[in-house]
């Protein structure tokens, strides 16, 4: 199945995806603004709303992804998605991940308040163009 239906058959093999949904509940901070322009705006410098970026890393041993692919797909708890139900998995307990910490740089600047543009020195960008890659 795919969202809207049957693969075709020109396309018989579906594809695993991700699907992004996000819902923000922004009536909190409704007193700090009045009128517009709308105060909130996306890390990728929209204003709009429309934007959107995700980004995937792929660490999966392809082997082992595989046969999870393929035949963690037959108990109700495998269909529920519980991992621990696939044996290929090796489900680690949450302490030890929980003790590998990366090394972080601290990057210094403004990001407190009402800011001119966002962290980075991006400028909002409103379109309807395409934006201007700043680096």
């Keep these: 199945m795919v969202d809207n239906g049957e693969c075709p058959p020109t396309h018989p093999v579906p594809l695993m995806k991700l699907f992004y949904e996000i819902t ?6 409704s007193n700090r603004w009045k009128g517009k322009p709308w105060p909130f705006v996306w890390s990728n410098s929209d204003p709009t709303g429309y934007g959107w970026h995700g980004d995937f890393f792929n660490g999966w041993d392809i082997g082992v992804l595989q046969n999870a692919i393929d035949k963690c797909n037959q108990s109700v708890d495998q269909m529920a998605g519980k991992s621990e139900a696939c044996p290929y998995f090796t489900v680690l307990p949450s302490s030890t991940f929980s003790a590998c910490r990366a090394k972080t740089t601290e990057v210094v600047e403004s990001i407190n308040g009402p800011q ?4 980075g020195c991006n400028p909002l960008q409103y379109g309807p163009g395409d934006a201007t890659l700043y680096s």
């Design 24 to 29: 923000w509940d922004i009536s909190g901070f």
């Design 116 to 119: 001119a543009k966002l962290p």
